[in-house]
């Protein structure tokens, strides 16, 4: 495990999650579809768990947050005036000798990125060298090389936001050139112009003989909660500040898809609006700053993993935005972004639909189009972050090797697997007989082909927190051994207590708990 690079160790976890029935291809006897992937039995368990830890943080924890669960067609209009149809774009250049097309924005981060490790190198050695006395805040702010790294950086990203900006496409090449910047594939520099590329997918509404209309798969699911937010702050006499949820898929062409399930074509949102009076966005943004960097610690990974990361290039509705970034095996990337939209999206629907989208206020008694913070993370992105963090390659104590993924408890797809120890003497059926109890709680699996060790192996490797064994024994005192997954250490225990243990560990409650004190 120590010496396998992070290339590497992010194949093998692809591979587990294809072996383990986690994630496949789309269509894999196609020879699949790009950038579309499929989520199995242990896969389609674990993504449930994470979205029903969101569902409850946001919306059972939090009396002013309710849900909805919006269509994924929506009036065409609806993305004219959310800015999608003009401003959804990603500046394409192409290599003119691989005729391979990138993401310009890529092409200038992945520069800055090599040039940021630069400096993570100098830092690291310092560190080596100065040990404990070591201070990496004053070293990055005197170090000579590391100082001019930084303002190569800065340069760059001032450079960069300002054509942006402007929407001046021949400066953003003019930086790829002045860069030096090659195509990966064919090495040259020889670069088209950028231009613009719509991500939105579109279809025709109705049948071709009649007249059709093209309409749009949202590339988000923010715009079904914006365009009913009268509706349920009617419905739901909602004051303001108040919340609404969503979970749902999205969808976007991507052109540059790569990573596995970090960049998909077809992918799941959750994503929370914020409604707040206008004035008061500073105080809220920080406020779910907080609160989201909260729900990603409790599930127990080292805070390293995580960082904020402000956004230089605001989206076309954000006055301030940033990214809750994940140490992934190919770097630190967005994870989750926190929007302060203001009044962008309901002000902009009020004037396309020529309906009021305004709240009024009981206690000042007007009326005013409220503005809103968002917090909008990717489902599958959260899923890669849990199972890339949770993927261990172990060699034990006995020379033997084992995988094992050390899925916070309450998130594993399987919860607890019941084995008799051997398929006969009354074992399968006193296992069974846990099996039928257990189950109406936890979704556990029973399992009596092989040996116990490679049945062991088996649970691990998809994440199986606990393992109860049904032997002899049992039959005279009515005792089972319960292993744990990631200690690998084994207990006997009373089969009553089993029920109580597994309640008390991978309940959700608990680290709920953690996240609204
Ligand atoms: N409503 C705001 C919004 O959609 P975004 O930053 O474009 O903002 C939010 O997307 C989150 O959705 C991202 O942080 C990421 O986790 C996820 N996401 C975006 N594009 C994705 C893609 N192509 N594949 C997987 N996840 C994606």
């Given at each position: ?34 950038a579309v992937y ?181 590339p988000e ?27 749902g898929k999205a969808f976007r062409?991507e ?6 399930i970090f960049r998909m074509r077809e992918f799941e949102q ?108 990717g489902l599958d992105r959260?899923f ?134």
């Amino acid at each position: 495990m120590s010496n396998i690079t992070s290339e590497d160790l992010f194949k093998n976890i692809i591979s587990h999650a294809k072996e383990y029935g986690f994630i496949f291809q789309s269509s894999e006897i196609y020879d699949g579809l790009s950038a579309v992937y499929d989520y199995g039995q242990n896969g389609s368990e674990l993504k449930k768990n994470i979205r029903e830890y969101w569902w409850k943080a946001m919306v059972q924890m939090n009396e002013n947050i309710v849900g909805i669960d919006a269509a994924i067609f929506m009036h065409p209009t609806t993305w004219k005036a959310s800015g999608h149809v003009d401003a959804f774009n990603d500046p394409l250049v192409d290599n003119k000798d691989s005729k391979k097309r990138y993401r310009a924005d890529v092409l200038i981060e992945d520069h800055l990125a090599k040039i940021e490790a630069k400096i993570s190198k100098e830092v690291e050695k310092a560190r080596t060298r100065f040990g404990d006395s070591f201070n990496e805040e004053t070293f990055r702010t005197t170090n000579a090389r590391v100082l001019e790294n930084q303002k190569k950086i800065d340069e760059i990203n001032m450079r960069f936001k300002n054509a942006l900006e402007v929407g001046d496409l021949n400066e953003v090449r003019q930086i790829i050139i002045d860069l030096e910047i090659v195509c990966p594939v064919s090495g040259t520099r020889n670069w088209t112009d950028v231009r613009q590329f719509n991500l939105m997918f579109n279809t025709q509404l109705g049948s071709v003989s009649e007249e059709s209309s093209t309409i749009y798969l949202r590339p988000e699911t923010a715009q079904g909660i914006f365009v009913n937010f009268l509706n349920v702050q009617k419905t739901g006499r909602m004051k303001i500040p108040f919340g609404i949820a969503q979970t749902g898929k999205a969808f976007r062409n991507e052109i540059v898809a790569r990573q596995f399930i970090f960049r998909m074509r077809e992918f799941e949102q959750m994503e929370m609006q914020f409604f707040i009076k206008p004035g008061t966005e500073m105080e809220w943004y920080k406020h779910w700053k907080d609160v989201r960097l909260k729900w990603h610690r409790s599930l127990g990974f080292p805070e390293t993993v995580h960082r904020f990361h402000d956004h230089l290039k605001l989206a076309h509705y954000a006055n301030a935005a940033c990214d809750i970034e994940f140490k992934f095996p190919f770097g630190f990337k967005e994870l989750e972004g926190i929007h302060s939209r203001t009044d962008f999206d309901l002000g902009n629907h009020e004037k396309f639909s020529g309906k009021k989208l305004q709240y009024f206020d009981p206690d000042s008694g007007q009326s005013y189009v409220p503005y809103v913070i968002e917090t909008s993370i990717g489902l599958d992105r959260m899923f890669l972050a849990i199972l890339s963090q949770s993927y261990a390659e172990e060699k034990l104590e006995d020379g033997s090797e084992r995988v094992v993924l050390r899925i916070p408890e309450f998130l594993a797809p399987v919860k607890c697997a019941v084995l008799p120890l051997v398929k006969k003497d009354g074992l399968p059926e006193k296992a069974r007989e846990i099996m039928d109890r257990l189950k109406f709680d936890h979704l556990c699996q029973y399992e009596e082909k092989d040996s116990i060790g490679k049945r062991y192996r088996r649970q691990d490797a998809i994440g199986t927190p606990f393992c109860i064994t049904v032997d002899h024994q049992t039959l005279e005192d009515q005792t089972v051994t319960i292993r744990y997954r990631d200690s690998m250490v084994q207990e006997r225990i009373e089969v009553g207590s089993i029920e109580k243990i597994l309640i008390d560990k991978v309940d959700m409650k608990k680290a709920l708990r953690q996240i609204s004190g």
